[in-house]
């Protein structure tokens, strides 16, 4: 069982940076592969990036390559997302994500969610 929160949103200016965290608790964070999605109004939610649970490896949307990074902290038991050069399009709620095994871009295939954390950026 793992339980997800997220934090570090808020309204920021277009060309701002950002960094979003989750906080997971459970004894096998290490072992699953973490994902941050967004959901803007009236769209479906929509993958942003996932990290593997052993050697870091990273995967993005092509709407994020180059200004998002994801990254993790097994010890602490953190993931964080630092998106730099905000964009109006990014705003959404910004959720986080657990699975065992591979990264996935598909919503449906993750197990735990976070309750997601709002991010408006303004042009």
């Known amino acids: 069982q793992v339980q997800l929160v997220e934090s570090g949103g808020g309204l920021v200016q277009a060309g701002d940076s950002l960094r979003l965290s989750c906080a997971a608790s459970?004894?096998?964070?290490?072992?699953?592969?973490m994902g941050w999605f967004r959901q803007a109004p009236g769209k479906e939610r929509e993958f942003v990036a996932a990290?593997?649970?052993?050697?870091?490896?990273?995967y993005y949307a092509d709407s994020v390559k180059g200004r998002f990074t994801i990254s993790r902290d097994n010890a602490k038991k953190t993931v964080s997302l630092q998106m730099n050069s905000l964009k109006p399009d990014d705003t959404a709620v910004y959720s986080c994500?657990?699975?065992?095994?591979?990264?996935?871009?598909?919503?449906?295939?993750?197990?735990?969610w976070g309750q997601g954390t709002q991010v408006t950026v303004s042009s």
């Open positions: 994500a657990a699975k065992r095994g591979a990264i996935d871009t598909v919503p449906g295939e993750y197990d735990y």
């Open positions: 459970g004894r096998t964070f290490s072992s699953y592969a």
């Open positions: 990290i593997t649970w052993r050697l870091g490896s990273t």
